[in-house]
T-cell receptor, first 111, second 112 residues
Framework: DTGVSQDPRHKITKRGQNVTFRCDPI?????LYWYRQTLGQGPEFLTY????????KSRLLSDRFSAERPKGSFSTLEIQRTEQGDSAMYLC?????????FGPGTRLLVL | AQSVSQHNHHVILSEAASLELGCNYS??????LFWYVQYPGQHLQLLLK??????LVKGIKGFEAEFIKSKFSFNLRKPSVQWSDTAEYFC??????????FGSGTKLNVKP
C-alpha cells in the first residue's frame, strides 16, 4: 500500500491553457474523490466516483472541468481554458468504506 | 446543503495546555463526523471519526471528540498538547459516505 499519489505535484500554466491532473488511488479502493482547496479554506468537494461511475458532481465543477475514471482505477481531472480563479490545490482521496485517504495534492497556479 | 463551521481559525497554546476546537454543522439528520489533521508539509490524515454509538470517540495521539446531537457539534479535545501537535485541523461531515463537507480549518500553533 503506497498511498494515494497525484501527478504533477505542481503546475504553472497560462490563462486559457488546458491542464490535466492524475490521481492514483490506493489499490482496491472503489471510491475516489476530487476536492479543491484554496488558501484559508478547507477542501471543497468537486466530484466522486464509485468504481468507474461518476456519481455526483458539485456545482463548483463548471463545464470547463471534467473528470474521468475509465477503468475504475486511476482518475484524471481536466480543466479547459484555465482562469486565474482556478489557482488552487487540487486534492484527490480514495476510500474503500468510510475513511478517506488523501493524496499530496496538485498545486495549480494560473498566470 | 450541509455547512461546517470552525470558529477558531488560529489557536496558540503552550505545551501541556488543554485544547478544545469547536466544530458545528448544519444538517439535522443522520451524519458521520470526522476530524482530519494536516501536519506541516504533509497531507491530510484521519484523526478520528464518529458514526454511531458512544458519542465520545477517541482517536490517535491522545485526541478525542464528543458528538452532541442537540448542539450539532463535534468538538475536538486533547488534555495536554505537545509541540508536535502543531498542525491544521479540519472538521468534516458526511451524510451517506458520499459527499463530504469540510470546515475552513483551525491552525494550531503549540509553543515549546
Amino acid at each position: 500500500d503506497t498511498g494515494v499519489s497525484q501527478d504533477p505535484r505542481h503546475k504553472i500554466t497560462k490563462r486559457g491553457q488546458n491542464v490535466t491532473f492524475r490521481c492514483d488511488p490506493i489499490s482496491e479502493h472503489n471510491r475516489l474523490y476530487w476536492y479543491r482547496q484554496t488558501l484559508g479554506q478547507g477542501p471543497e468537494f468537486l466530484t466522486y466516483f464509485q468504481n468507474e461511475a461518476q456519481l455526483e458532481k458539485s456545482r463548483l465543477l463548471s463545464d470547463r472541468f471534467s473528470a474521468e475514471r475509465p477503468k475504475g482505477s486511476f482518475s484524471t481531472l481536466e480543466i479547459q481554458r484555465t482562469e486565474q480563479g482556478d489557482s488552487a490545490m487540487y486534492l484527490c482521496a480514495s476510500s474503500y468504506q468510510e475513511t478517506q485517504y488523501f493524496g499530496p495534492g496538485t498545486r495549480l497556479l494560473v498566470l | 446543503a450541509q455547512s461546517v463551521s470552525q470558529h477558531n481559525h488560529h489557536v496558540i497554546l503552550s505545551e501541556a495546555a488543554s485544547l478544545e476546537l469547536g466544530c458545528n454543522y448544519s444538517y439535522g439528520g443522520t451524519v458521520n463526523l470526522f476530524w482530519y489533521v494536516q501536519y506541516p508539509g504533509q497531507h491530510l490524515q484521519l484523526l478520528l471519526k464518529y458514526f454511531s454509538g458512544d458519542p465520545l470517540v477517541k482517536g490517535i495521539k491522545g485526541f478525542e471528540a464528543e458528538f452532541i446531537k442537540s448542539k450539532f457539534s463535534f468538538n475536538l479535545r486533547k488534555p495536554s498538547v505537545q509541540w508536535s501537535d502543531t498542525a491544521e485541523y479540519f472538521c468534516a461531515v458526511n451524510e451517506n459516505f458520499n459527499k463530504f463537507y469540510f470546515g475552513s480549518g483551525t491552525k494550531l500553533n503549540v509553543k515549546p
